[in-house]
């Protein structure tokens, strides 16, 4: 479960948004600069909100009125950013152990070998990131949020840098991702087909304002 109810303001832009949801995909639509990372930076401790309550999985991770702001490695969440951010200067396999050192109770070493091979990546681990297409690069990113054991998945526009036949092959990952985790996913997505193929429920953000509920 994922309950956010945050305002926040950079100058010229203000964000107000209200939102709870199960485990289950909640995508976040919107046109550029209607706040969509900004939700997600927020709930995942990148960017402080000026105001409200964050709470995953029934600790409050983020409570203005309490003083309460729990570090980004606290959190206990997966982030898979827009443009992924492997790093560099680091092998794939370093790349997805990297999460492991600041988290308590994450994968044993049998789990991470068990997670590699399903995700089909076991013939990268000593390639760096820019010896990958952008379908491994995706990959990478998701099985280094994984590793974690996430209570809860953040993921901004996972798919939108890959081509049709890669992101078709991703979109039936996700869905075993999704059985599999049993977490709240966010996803967000400028592709209708996408929000509901992959999604359980969609909310449209416009100029930092939800603009409607839908159930799809
Ligand atoms: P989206 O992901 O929907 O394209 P963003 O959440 O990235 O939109 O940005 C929403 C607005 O907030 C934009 O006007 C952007 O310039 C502004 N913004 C985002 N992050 C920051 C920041 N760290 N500092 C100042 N302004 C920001
Ligand atoms: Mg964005």
Known sequence: MLAVEIEKS???FSLKVDFNIKNEVLVIVGPSGSG?????????GIIQPDKGKISIQDEVVFDSDCHKNLPVENRKLGHVFQSYALFPHMTVEKNIMYGLKNHENTMTDQEVDCL???FGIKHLL???????????????ALARSLVIKPNLLLLD????????ET???????FLEIKKEWNIPI???????????YLGDKTIKLYGGSLVEKVAV
Not at 126 to 140: A, N
Not at 157 to 164: C, I, K, N, S, T
């Open 10 to 12: 950079f100058q010229g």
């Open 36 to 44: 969509k990372s900004t939700i997600l930076n927020c709930i995942s």
């Open 116 to 118: 590699i091979e399903k």
């Open 126 to 140: 000593q390639k760096r990131p820019q010896q990958l297409s952008g379908g491994e690069k995706q990959r990478v």
């Open 157 to 164: 526009e996972p798919f939108a840098a890959l081509d049709q």
């Open 167 to 173: 992101k078709e092959k991703l979109y039936e990952e």
């Open 186 to 196: 966010l996803l967000i997505t400028h592709d209708e087909f996408e929000a509901n």
